[in-house]
Nanobody, 116 residues
């Protein structure tokens, strides 16, 4: 059974940085896509960043240049480095793993709050 364990959320001031990590277990993830989504109160869950099994990376337009996603296939981890955070980044961030059949697994979510 696939399990995703997230870490690294918290409270940070505007302009600060946070690093989110997700450790996946229960399968071989080499051919899976891995990424991060977020969901703010009253809003739909949205893509933040995603790295396909091919290595192709997609970013939500507002995070380009500020966030960096990376994956380590040997360790089955995906990491999101978030810099220059602003209050609009406040959300619950979810780790996502997508199978070749487009089935999604989700982590439990980690809260990121950007506030002075």
């Amino acid at each position: 059974q696939v399990q995703l364990v997230e870490s690294g959320g918290g409270l940070v001031q505007p302009g600060g940085s946070l690093r989110l990590s997700c450790a996946a277990s229960g399968s071989s993830f080499y051919f899976y896509g891995m990424g991060w989504y977020r969901q703010a109160p009253g809003k739909q869950r949205e893509l933040v960043a995603f790295v396909a099994d091919t290595g192709i990376i997609t970013y939500e337009h507002s995070v380009k240049g500020r966030f960096t996603i990376s994956r380590d296939n040997a360790k089955n981890t995906v990491t999101l480095q978030m810099n220059s955070l602003n209050p609009e980044s406040t959300s619950v961030y979810y780790c996502n793993v997508r199978t070749p059949a487009d089935y999604d697994y989700w982590g439990q979510g980690t809260q990121v709050t950007v506030s002075s």
